[in-house]
């Protein structure tokens, strides 16, 4: 498998303070790879660095072969990268519906037009529907978003990265806030929508990131302290006493 996703001697500092160090990481297509490590290891920096946020202070970043370095957040989401963000980026006033159909509508290139109006136009309906049905808010579909339980709105903004159809999917922090029933319910949604999919996961929740994840990375102190499977991670003595603890996990 080809890597989509790669990124050569990456760092950042901000006003000096050194974040993250010389990073070469890459993930496959089809892997879901995790990314995890202490408070301040630089995973949300790395996490914002990939999807344009951040400008590198050195080191290259290729997506697809294309080096994405200084690309903005719009055309990595028109190039195929999606992501969901920890705090929720939905419309809260508007509906379930009304927040999946502008994603469908921004993948389809459409534009909002005065003598055009949106509910005639079966095909993004439809497709609007599809991911509704997938993330299981069908039923809620036209209810306002506010109202919807937290776990419900967070599903709904993993919804909004699937309908832009891209190549690879980020979830930063996605079980964050959630009871542990929201969080069982949230790791099995994500199960579903990645099938098939490239996923990179930031998360603080050792039992989503095992049960999720292909492969998985240990940032500390910025700088990559291991990459295996979950298997190899568990059994690292370098990442159990820099993170996991002293015993088994």
């Known amino acids: 498998m080809t890597d989509i996703l790669e990124t050569k001697a990456l760092s950042h500092d901000f006003s000096g303070l050194q974040v993250l160090e010389n990073i ?10 995790a990314i995890i490590g ?3 290891a630089g995973k949300t920096t790395f996490f914002n660095l990939v999807t344009g946020v951040y400008v590198p202070s050195s080191g290259k970043i290729l997506f697809k072969s294309v080096d994405i370095t200084k690309a903005k957040p719009y055309r990595l989401n028109r190039m195929g990268l999606g992501r969901s ?3 929720t980026s939905i419309f809260l006033k508007q509906t379930p519906f009304q927040n999946i159909r502008l994603a469908v509508l921004s993948k389809n290139k459409i534009r ?10 079966d095909e993004i309906n439809e497709q609007t529907h599809e991911i509704l049905r997938e993330i299981n808010l069908e039923q809620e579909a036209h209810l306002e978003t506010s109202t919807l339980s937290y776990g419900k709105q967070r599903s709904l903004d993993f919804g909004m990265a699937l309908a832009t159809e891209p190549d690879l999917l980020m979830f930063d922090e996605p079980t964050a806030g959630m009871s542990r029933d929201e969080s069982q319910t949230a790791v099995e949604l994500i ?7 490239t996923m990179i996961i930031v998360e603080h929740d050792m039992d989503v990131v095992f049960s999720l994840a292909d492969r998985v990375t240990v940032l500390h102190h910025g700088e990559i302290l291991a990459t295996g499977t979950p298997r190899e991670i568990k059994e690292n003595a370098g990442v159990k006493k820099a993170y996991l603890g002293e015993t088994e996990v």
């Open 24 to 33: 070469n990481f890459a993930v496959k297509q089809g892997e879901r790879h």
């Open 38 to 40: 202490p408070n301040g």
């Open 85 to 87: 963000f920890q705090i």
């Open 112 to 121: 909002f037009n005065l003598f055009r109006r949106v509910d005639r136009m």
């Open 191 to 197: 199960r579903k929508l990645t099938e098939n999919k």
